[in-house]
């Protein structure tokens, strides 16, 4: 019986299931920067609070914050790799901007329907004006949380980080908010 019983604890237990926030496949088609409250370290001056409508047509092109298009493929579970781009016009001096973000994240399961999803990436932000044109690479790291609101339907929120390494442009932070589908 002895013998039985060492080689019974010996025989280890099969693992558990991991949480798994995304499955390995998942896509996700998103907005991002939908809203976006926050400023500048080095600048107390520089607060802003945006959302999609004053960035069509504003003058406002000190900053790195307006909507984007994202699309993240997890490539294992919960890792993805993706990326987002973005565009605004301005209007009040023919102002153009854009930006090429590639990133990898990782998402946690903190429930069936909430998730933490941080994100790292380094990419470029161009700006075009009637008086010349600027371009820097960007590093940006955010730390979104996902709510599935209905199946396939998420609502994302969280903190930013984003910082210009040319032409003196600046470190944005804040907190930001979007919407993307899950497939």
Request: proline share 6%; no cysteine.
């Given at each position: 019986?002895?013998l ?11 693992a ?6 995304v499955?390995k496949?998942t ?26 409508l ?8 000190n ?15 919960n ?15 023919d ?34 004006s ?26 994302e ?5 984003e ?21």
């Amino acid at each position: 019986m002895g013998l039985g019983f060492a080689a019974a604890l010996s025989v280890p237990a099969p693992a558990e299931a991991a949480d798994i926030a995304v499955r390995k496949g998942t896509m996700r088609l998103g907005v991002e920067r939908l809203a976006n409250i926050g400023g500048r370290p080095d600048d107390p001056a520089t607060a802003f609070f945006m959302t999609l409508l004053p960035t069509i047509g504003s003058a406002n092109i000190n900053t790195m914050q307006y909507p984007r298009v994202a699309f993240d493929y997890f490539i294992i579970d919960n890792l993805s790799i993706g990326g987002s781009a973005g565009f605004s016009f301005h209007t009040a001096n023919d102002t153009v901007a854009f930006s090429l973000l590639p990133r990898v994240g990782y998402s946690f399961e903190l429930s069936k329907t909430f998730e933490f999803w941080p994100r790292a990436g380094f990419g470029v932000h161009v700006v075009d004006s009637d008086t010349g044109g600027d371009s820097s690479g960007v590093l940006t790291l955010d730390g979104m949380f996902v709510l599935e609101v209905v199946p396939h339907a998420l609502f994302e929120f969280g903190p930013f980080f984003e910082a210009a390494f040319a032409n003196n442009w600046p470190i944005e932070l804040g907190g930001t908010a979007g919407l993307a589908i899950e497939f």
